[in-house]
């Protein structure tokens, strides 16, 4: 395809990838090692998903309280989906289930390829709405993990009960500030991936994988 690295692909389903894995790990806290994508892996099957150890314990005290579900658009929407409709699966197939609802909010940090480190909230819900409750976020990607912290700390002005984050991708980079998610899908080299719901300049978001841009591709869709 002309703007990606067919061979530096890595598809979204099948195996322990897929978000039904997720949901059922984050209500039942079966913790398994992190998968990890080499520098040079040109792509694999999804057959596995992290959850730390502590998580069991956190999923305890969640119990069957309220839930908010906050999605952070627009690279999360796709990911975002998916865990929630396996989530409601369980949910419908379980003795015990997680009221739950849903929130968005939307923020903005990137021109072409590059963070700004400007991270702007560009619209989504009231986030006084968290007061008390129970917390999951749901992003894409944790690049830096500058835009993460800022939202962390926007939530916790409002002191919601509990704040967990769940990202299907965290890239290894030197730009890192340090932060890491609850639970994580991949662990990925330090390239620009598309895909997913995931853009470059609001493109190659409706592709139904995850992979690297070119840079033919950077330079043919370059804001």
Request: hydrophobic share 35%.
């Amino acid at each position: 395809m002309n703007g990606v690295n067919s061979k530096n692909t890595w598809r979204h389903g099948g195996g322990g990838g897929r978000p039904d894995a997720c949901a059922h790990r984050l209500r039942y806290g079966d913790p398994q090692p992190q998968r990890l994508v080499s520098d040079d892996e040109p792509g694999y099957g999804l057959d596995l998903f992290c959850i730390p150890h502590h998580y069991a314990e956190d999923l305890e005290k969640m119990g069957g309280h309220h839930m908010v579900a906050l999605c952070v658009l627009k690279g999360g929407y796709k990911f975002f989906a998916d865990l929630l409709d396996y989530i409601k699966a369980l949910n419908r197939n379980s003795d015990g289930s997680i009221p739950m609802t849903v929130d968005f909010i939307r923020l903005k940090s990137y021109c072409n390829d590059q963070s700004t480190g400007n991270i702007k909230e560009t619209g989504g819900d009231d986030l006084s709405t968290l007061t008390g409750k129970n917390v999951l976020i749901v992003e894409d990607i944790i690049d830096t993990g500058k835009t993460m912290q800022t939202l962390l700390s926007m939530v916790k002005q409002h002191n919601p009960k509990m704040v967990k984050v769940a990202r299907l991708l965290v890239k290894r980079t030197p730009r890192s500030v340090g932060y890491k998610p609850d639970l994580v899908r991949f662990e990925i080299p330090d390239k620009f991936v598309v895909g997913y719901a995931l853009a470059y300049n609001e493109y190659f978001s409706d592709l139904n994988h995850v992979c690297v841009i070119s840079e033919t591709g950077k330079v043919k869709y370059k804001a």
